[in-house]
C-alpha cells in the first residue's frame, strides 16, 4: 500500500515513517485506533468488544477501498 496516499487522503490519519512505518488511522464509531502497514496488514486496537472491533476493522477497509486500493 501507499502510507502517503492513504496519510493525504483519508480522514484522522497520520504518517511519519522515521518515527512509526506505519499510517496511524481512528474513527470515532466504535472509538479505535489502526496501524496500517505498507504489507497491507493492519492493528485494530480500542474497541470495547470482539464485535466492535470486527465492526471497526470493516470500515477501515472500506476507507483504504475507496481511496483505490483493492
Known amino acids: ?3 502517503k496516499k492513504i ?3 483519508a480522514r484522522n490519519a ?3 515513517p522515521k518515527r512509526f ?3 496511524i488511522m481512528r474513527i470515532r464509531e466504535p472509538r479505535t485506533t489502526a496501524l496500517i502497514f ?3 496488514k493492519m492493528v485494530c486496537t ?3 468488544s470482539e464485535e ?3 465492526l471497526a476493522a470493516r470500515k477501515y ?3 483504504i477501498q475507496k481511496l483505490g486500493f483493492t
Do not use: F, P, T
Request: no cysteine; glycine share 8%; net charge neutral.
Open 21 to 23: 512505518a506505519a499510517v
Open 61 to 63: 477497509a472500506r476507507i
Open 14 to 16: 497520520e504518517y511519519n
Open 1 to 3: 500500500l501507499d502510507l
Open 52 to 54: 466492535d472491533s470486527r
Open 38 to 40: 505498507s504489507s497491507g
Open 7 to 9: 496519510a493525504l487522503h
Open 46 to 48: 480500542g474497541a470495547k
